[in-house]
């Protein structure tokens, strides 16, 4: 079965230092990949998107992606992270055939920045 | 445009009571989606609907049943709520099945 798997399940991490979100998923074909934030209490809103191109790929709020087709990774990326980034962060991929015709999500990452 | 819109948000049932939960999205979607999400399990697809006309089971359909009453809008009962699903339920849309979904706010429901 096809599969999305976020390494971390809470990751902590002081105001204003860095942060790595892991996304690993198990696929031969092409994909594309998501991510998506969910702050306390709301919906899911998107951060960003791979479709196709470049392997970096740039979001909302200062986050960006790496897409690893070697490696099936799309690590989640902040230089510098705010309290107000605290929130759970879902991977998601999709394909038109193998994950049939429809979005996967991983199981999330709780991110909680302290100060 | 409201996007995607959930009624009602906030709902208690005992057990045994039937509900629908309402969704419309006002993007011209072609793809509807009803998720749950429970503490440590990330969402879970309960029943989706590729295009307006079908739906199909997701991976967690049993004791839920969804109507696709037009391309705006997509529901889901519950006949017998059971405190199995206690939840927060979400509905999404996207313009094709495999492309970036729009959630709604989601609907906390409490079965007692």
Redesign the interface.
Known sequence: AQSVTQLDSQVPVFEEAPVELRCNYSSSVSVYLFWYVQYPNQGLQLLLKYLSGSTLVKGINGFEAEFNKSQTSFHLRKPSVHISDTAEYFCAVASSGEYGNKLVFGAGTILRVKS | NAG?TQTPKFQVLKTGQSMTLQCAQDMNHN?M?WYRQDP????R?IY?S?SEGTTDKGEVPNGYNVSRLNKREFSLRLESAAPSQTSVY?C?S?VV??????????TRLTVT
Do not use: D, I, N, R
């Not at chain 2, 440590?40 to 969402?43: A, C, N, P």
């Open positions: 995607v793809s989606y440590g399990m990330g969402l697809l989706y590729a979400f999404a996207s099945s495999w492309y970036e979904q729009y959630f709604g706010p989601g």
